[in-house]
């Protein structure tokens, strides 16, 4: 777990972050959430001491991180940055290896953990072991990115607009598998995002920031139905709940038993906001739903506005 105790962050008579306080939970995702300015970057390196604090405390575990030398304390805390900082001269099994070689971990061990973070992230260690940074497209990289900074196994991973560089669809994908590798492993995860619908897909728990301060902290559902403040709602916009449905699968919504007659049939991994507008466009208030061949339930209209499972 990583607490924040009034934590503050100023530079001459202008403060980047004052009088934060949050606590992430342990195993779960947490996105910090804001426009440019808004203290959420200054935040993230001050928890890896990338940048010092100007007051106030960071908790890691109970611990204060001021305790620990900057370079034990990031050995336990992965690191995914926008520009990924890949290796150029180095293949992507000695970039993914990086760390646990400066680790003096087992180098066969190593090998193994590798191949097996290939895996996880969608990249075949047969194809893609021996390639160099240059002959990856910039999806691809960002994958390699994010298995060099699981290779050790650390407890905490900071990701600093990890997928802000990326194509919409690039991005989509990418969006998708770290999501299933987050369920897997359970790590504790800080994500700075500017995008609203990144925040409210990924994450389990968002803090929205505001010229350095916390203008509210919860799970999404939160800040959309019960938003603090006129800032939060105008920020998230109108369209707040139809983001939400984007990065929630329909089967999340599935009711027991047979839809009405001459319902249209859509598949379990169906985003809700796509299950929404087969609604809309077939005029028809519940759905099938399906994995693969079986029936799973049905969805009706009802349960996609209220946000909610039946």
Request: hydrophobic share 40%.
């Amino acid at each position: 777990m990583i607490e924040v105790e009034h934590l503050d962050k100023r530079y001459g008579d202008s403060f980047a972050v004052q009088d934060l306080n949050l606590t992430f939970p342990e195993g779960q995702l947490t996105a910090l959430l804001g426009p440019s300015g808004c203290g959420k970057t200054t935040t993230l390196r001050m928890i890896n001491r990338l940048i010092e604090p100007t007051g106030g405390r960071i908790l890691l575990n109970g611990q204060d991180t001021r305790s620990l030398k900057p370079e034990v304390l990031r050995r336990g805390i992965g690191y995914v940055i926008q520009q990924i900082g890949l290796f150029p001269h180095l293949s992507v099994a000695q970039n993914v290896a990086t760390v646990p070689d400066l680790l003096g971990r087992d180098r066969r061990a190593t090998a193994q953990r590798v191949d097996e973070l290939l895996d996880l992230v969608g990249l075949d260690p047969a194809v893609y072991r021996e390639k160099r940074p240059a002959e990856l497209s910039g999806g691809q990289a960002q994958r390699v990115g994010v298995a060099r900074a699981l290779a050790a196994d650390p407890p905490v991973l900071l990701m600093d607009e990890p997928f802000g560089a990326l194509d919409p669809l690039a991005r989509d994908r990418l969006q998708e598998a770290f999501r299933d590798i987050q369920r897997r492993l359970g790590k504790t995860v800080i994500m700075v995002t500017h995008d609203i619908d990144e925040a409210l897909r990924l994450g389990d728990r968002v803090a929205l920031m505001r010229a350095g301060r916390l203008e509210q902290f919860g799970t999404p559902d939160d800040l959309i139905h019960r938003p603090a403040s006129d800032f939060v709602r105008d920020f998230l916009g109108e369209d707040a709940t139809l983001r939400q449905l984007a990065g929630r699968p329909v089967s999340a919504f599935v009711r027991a038993g047979l839809p009405s007659p001459g319902a249209p049939r859509v598949q379990a991994d169906l985003n809700a906001r796509s299950a929404l507008s087969v609604m809309l466009r077939e005029s028809h208030d519940t759905l099938e739903v399906l994995r693969g061949e079986e029936l799973l339930g049905h969805v009706a209209w009802q349960d996609l506005r209220g946000q909610g499972p039946a």
